[in-house]
């Protein structure tokens, strides 16, 4: 089982790059890791995903060291509108046991003008 | 579309009523899936369907009973719920292109439930 264990909280002000780490000392070799963002009374929205190294799309960066025991969200200068709940998603469902795709706590990061 | 639509968005309810909540995509996504979120938690999986198969049901208590007519519907029939039963309840759905895990997975907006 890969529980994830993220930082409860955190704040930023207004276009400084944000990063919040999710350790996953459990990984398996089929997990990939995946990272949620959520606003309040709305369904998470996918960030992004990778399995090793570093992956950049539009909006944010994965960086995931050689043992994958960690991994790194990256946000580029944040704005007001990124205050939101981040979570991290690691599992292999291949089990057939919900208990092997877990959302992580969640980290609450609140941007400050 | 990429949307997932849930309702209704709101649903109250006494413990010995039965109701429904329904989920509908039209991605093509062939994975869907229910959670339940209560406040300040993340979200618990409840149920899989693959392939409009129930492929994961994870100890979740006979009071709610989960339905795949198609591909594109997914269904919660709940009944004789407790006060505790009272969450956000998300639907989401995936392509399974990496495997249900490794699918990004395309949440609706969420069903409101309160029990009273």
């Known amino acids: 089982l890969a529980k994830t264990t993220q930082p409860i909280s955190m704040d930023s002000y207004e276009g400084q790059e944000v990063n919040i780490t999710c350790s996953h000392n459990n990984i398996a070799t089929n997990d990939y890791i995946t990272w949620y963002q959520q606003f309040p009374s709305q369904g998470p929205r996918f960030i992004i995903q990778g399995y090793k190294t570093k992956v950049t799309n539009e909006v944010a960066s994965l960086f995931i060291p050689a043992d994958r025991k960690s991994s790194t969200l990256s946000l580029p200068r944040v704005s007001l509108s990124d205050t939101a709940v981040y979570y991290c998603?690691?599992?292999?469902?291949?089990?057939?046991?919900?208990?092997?795709?877990?959302f992580g706590s969640g980290t609450q990061l609140t941007v400050l003008p | 579309d990429t949307e997932v639509t849930q309702t209704p968005k709101h649903l109250v309810m006494g413990m010995t009523n039965k109701k429904s909540l329904k989920c509908e995509q039209h991605m093509g996504h062939r994975a869907m899936y229910w959670y339940k979120q209560k406040a300040k938690k993340p979200p618990e999986l409840m149920f899989v369907y693959s392939y409009e198969k129930l492929s994961i049901n994870e100890s979740v208590p006979s009071r709610f009973s989960p339905e795949c007519p198609n591909s594109s519907l997914l269904n919660l029939h709940l009944h004789a719920l407790q006060p505790e039963d009272s969450a956000l309840y998300l639907c989401?759905?995936?392509?399974?292109?990496?495997?249900?895990?490794?699918?990004?997975?395309?949440f609706g907006p969420g069903t409101r439930l309160t029990v009273l």
């Open positions: 998603l690691v599992g292999d469902l291949s089990s057939g046991s919900a208990r092997q795709l877990t």
């Open positions: 989401a759905s995936s392509q399974e292109s990496r495997g249900l895990a490794g699918s990004e997975q395309f």
